[in-house]
């Protein structure tokens, strides 16, 4: 009788100790939502380009969320350039290389690293009528209205904005503002704010997760959709490294290596 309640109660540990310990199983997750290309994506080993081509091979790869650096031409067009000055680095112009914006025309004459093509808003919203299951992530700009007026595809728009008047002017017209984190990590009551506007995505450096893990997986538990930008600006601190260790605070990443999407599954830890 005593070995076997001595038997029992061994089967009885040893159960608990396996519900205890760490499982980790396969859970599915869903890639399209995690990565935001990041100027188009990264392309033969360019990033920034924001330019055709990238978008092309981002889509290819399974990306369904495409961030673009939009600048104003000379003439009033808004284009995908990160800003002038680099623009003009990196597309063999010829003139001073400072941050004064080129004409549309200008612009469309020349190539990315002499191979991609830059674009237009002509180009943008062929782009987005061919792919139609795309959304656009805009940055840089904070004119919600002006923007969306050139832009064909308003339910497909989210916008990086820097400004809580920009913000509201984005609600106003039906378009998804991204705060970015001027906004959130500098304004007093801000997750109140965010509430009163049911603000649910926001825009900031992976570089303030550490000592806000609270902050940042209350906002989680709360359905508000958090993206990272300066991946790669820290040694080991890539695409590969927020996948593996950060998703538990925030929703994703603009990522220049979507190389991750061709996984179907990742492995999470779940505690049971």
């Not at 001595?6 to 399209?32: G, H, N, Q, R």
């Not at 673009?68 to 623009?87: K, P």
């Amino acid at each position: 009788m005593k070995s076997r309640i001595l038997k029992l109660i061994f089967c009885v540990s040893a159960l608990f100790l396996v519900s205890c310990e760490e499982i980790e199983e396969e859970i599915p997750i869903d890639l399209t939502e995690v990565f935001i290309a990041h100027a188009g994506g990264k392309i033969n080993g360019y990033t920034y380009t924001n330019s055709l081509e990238a978008l092309n091979l981002s889509y290819s790869m399974g990306c369904k969320l495409f961030e673009l650096d939009i600048r104003e031409t000379s003439d009033g067009v808004f284009v995908g350039a990160h800003d002038w000055t680099s623009f003009k680095n990196i597309s063999g112009y010829q003139g001073e290389k400072n941050d004064d914006p080129l004409s549309e025309q200008e612009f469309l004459t020349l190539r990315i690293h002499s191979a991609f093509t830059p674009i237009n808003m002509t180009a943008i919203n062929a782009w987005f009528a061919e792919h139609e299951d795309a959304i656009l992530v805009t940055d840089k700009i904070n004119e919600p209205k002006r923007f969306a007026e050139q832009f064909l595809f308003k339910n497909r728009l989210i916008m990086e904005l820097f400004s809580w008047k920009a913000v509201e002017e984005a609600l106003k017209i039906g378009v998804i503002p991204m705060p970015s984190e001027n906004l959130v990590m500098w304004t007093s009551n801000v997750e109140q704010i965010m509430d009163s506007l049911n603000i649910k995505h926001i825009a900031v450096s992976r570089r303030v997760l550490e000592g806000n893990e609270v902050f940042f997986k209350r906002l989680k538990n709360n359905g508000v959709k958090t993206y990272v930008f300066h991946l790669n600006f820290d040694a080991g601190k890539d695409e590969k490294y927020v996948f593996e260790n950060e998703l538990h605070l925030i929703t994703g990443m603009y990522a220049d290596d979507l190389s991750i999407l061709n996984s179907k599954k990742s492995k999470k830890r779940r505690y049971y």
